[in-house]
């Protein structure tokens, strides 16, 4: 929304009323019409628009109360002060161009019903929602004989999740010199990122009926109860200390299955697992948008305890989830456990965090050189994070694998970042560490926690100051980006912004790096590359866009689906 669809009169505004009353009647037109306007013209008179239509006599009526009116009328009532309501209109619409709101007035717009060019011909809505950028449309260049003396400038509003426009937001004005930016142009881009801020919670009414039901079963403290709907997880403490993670991966899949069935669903929980689950399903409109799911134990055994949940490591995605609830099913036993994964990852985090000890002390390979005294001196008995393992020396690598072999269950966490192949004593470490190790996903294949992260690693403003918030052109082209450095790379950029950006209301995509903000570069796919990307987009096909149940019919996760498609895209 930060570029704009170009105004054709910037270079040719004299001649086109000249050339516009040509047009309308037959006559040759002259050189320099901007072939863009000219289309538009002819588009008009194809449709059979009058060029002297007039406004209606009266309001017509307008659609109905929709999530984006909704999202977008204390936004728009909020801005509609700053605007000179006798010299300007601000005019919401629909994806079909329909009408929503409007407020001030202004030749030919005040009470006008809908802006498609099937309508009025062209305007600034129209080439704004067909481009997906803003755009301005000034004076002759419009077909109406009304709006020869308005200046209008159109952003598209667009959803939070597919980006699809979904209506347009319009200032329109009289006619103010006939070249971008316009005067309100700011504004308008400004008021459509507000909007579209709002959204999300207009599309979250499914988690706010699945909360609902979560509070209502977990009345009482002896019950046990999870909801579910496949993307979100609601689990009391009485549940936590009866559900294991495999547990909750059924009650997942049973939640993933309820929404594309009418059938009454159950769980089969795995073989041991120590207590039964009875399903109820959430609906919202008569769909199925969850379950709740109520735990009971199983022949008087003892619940297994869960750990603590994890507040200060963001991240919701299964990926993330998994590793942290195995990271911490691990630490619970005095064994060692190693962390591994790409740098940049979180694992000194997710180490530090799990361990949280007063007495833990901490040794990098990476800073440290000669680490076999510090390792000789160490009391097993005391928690270690023992930080980059790839980069022991040989002499360090062998003092370890002997004081591990002396006290097997030394609290001792190791984080390793592969690379280079490991020499035979740091191989050995590393055989001995198998069993207990931790894979941390990358950022790219936890696209989705991006945002949750934003706001975790987002500096505290300062007082009076409104905090870091993002447009969506951004958050898309931060979920894109392959984040080669990861969470780290991520909190260097989120900091540098904070820091450095001088302008006011949500950064967007201009203001990110270079290589953030343009996107992986594309690059030609092998023969393998286009089948695997062909059977992807046939299984999306049949499962109609459920990028779940395509993974699942593919054999993959949806993690791996996703990433996938984000390298085939770009």
Not at 289 to 309: K, M, N, Y
């Amino acid at each position: 929304m930060t570029t704009t669809e170009p105004s054709p009169a910037v270079h040719a505004r004299p001649p086109l009323r000249v050339a516009r009353e040509r047009f309308l009647s037959g006559r040759p037109l002259p050189d320099g019409v901007p072939e863009e306007v000219l289309a538009a013209w002819r588009r008009a008179r194809f449709f059979g628009v009058p060029h002297d239509l007039r406004e209606p006599a009266a309001d017509p009526p307008r659609p109905a109360e929709s999530p984006l009116l909704g999202a977008a009328r204390p936004v728009l009532e909020r801005i509609a002060p700053a605007l000179d309501a006798s010299r300007s209109v601000l005019l919401l619409t629909d994806a079909r161009l329909r009408v929503l709101w409007t407020s001030g007035k202004a030749p030919g717009l005040a009470r006008c019903p809908g802006l498609s060019e099937q309508q009025v011909g062209h305007n600034s809505a129209a080439l704004a929602l067909r481009g997906r950028r803003r755009a301005e449309v000034h004076g002759p260049e419009h077909f109406l004989d009304v709006w020869q003396d308005v200046s209008a400038v159109s952003v598209p509003v667009l959803a939070p999740k597919s980006g699809q426009a979904i209506g347009t937001l319009t200032i329109a004005s009289h006619l103010c010199g006939g070249r971008p930016p316009h005067p309100q142009a700011a504004l308008a881009e400004a008021a459509a990122a507000a909007v579209e801020a709002e959204l999300p919670a207009r599309s979250g009414q499914p988690e706010q009926v699945l909360l609902d039901a979560y509070l209502r079963a977990a009345r009482g403290e002896d019950r046990a109860v999870a909801a579910l709907d496949g993307r979100n997880r609601l689990i009391n403490a009485a549940a936590e200390r009866l559900a294991t993670p495999e547990v909750l991966r059924v009650l997942e899949r049973t939640a993933l299955a309820a929404r594309h069935t009418d059938a009454p669903v159950t769980a089969e929980l795995p073989a041991g697992a120590g207590c039964g689950a009875r399903i109820d399903l959430v609906r919202q409109e008569g769909a199925v948008v969850g379950i709740v799911a109520v735990l009971e134990p199983r022949g008087g055994e003892t619940p297994r305890p869960r750990p603590r949940p994890l507040p200060r490591l963001a991240g919701s995605s299964l990926p993330w989830r998994y590793a942290v609830e195995r990271a911490a099913g691990l630490v619970r036993s005095p064994e060692p456990v190693l962390f591994t994964g790409e740098r940049g990852t979180g694992k000194t985090a997710l180490a530090r965090e799990l361990l949280a000890a007063g007495d833990l002390q901490m040794i990098d390979a990476a800073e440290d050189e000669g680490l076999e005294g510090d390792l000789a001196a160490w009391a097993a008995g005391s928690p270690l994070i023992l930080r980059h393992a790839e980069r022991l020396t040989q002499p360090a690598v062998a003092t370890l694998n002997s004081l591990l072999d002396e006290h097997p269950d030394a609290r001792l966490l190791v984080t390793h970042s592969p690379g280079t192949p490991p020499g035979p004593c740091l191989q050995r470490l590393l055989d001995k560490l198998a069993a207990r190790t931790v894979v941390l996903p990358p950022l790219r294949e936890r696209a989705e926690d991006i945002r949750e992260l934003l706001s975790a690693l987002a500096p505290r403003p300062a007082p009076g100051s409104p905090p870091l918030t993002w447009t969506l052109d951004a958050l898309r082209a931060l979920e894109q980006h392959p984040w080669p450095g990861n969470v780290t790379e991520l909190a260097h950029v989120v900091q540098a912004l904070a820091e450095h950006r001088r302008l006011s209301g949500p950064v967007r995509r201009a203001e990110l790096p270079d290589t953030v903000r343009e996107g992986p570069a594309a690059r030609p796919l092998s023969p393998m590359e286009h089948a695997e990307r062909a059977a992807i987009l046939e299984a999306l096909h049949r499962h109609g866009g459920n990028k779940s149940r395509a993974a699942a019919a593919l054999g993959i996760g949806r993690a791996t689906l996703y990433r996938k498609l984000r390298e085939y895209e770009g």
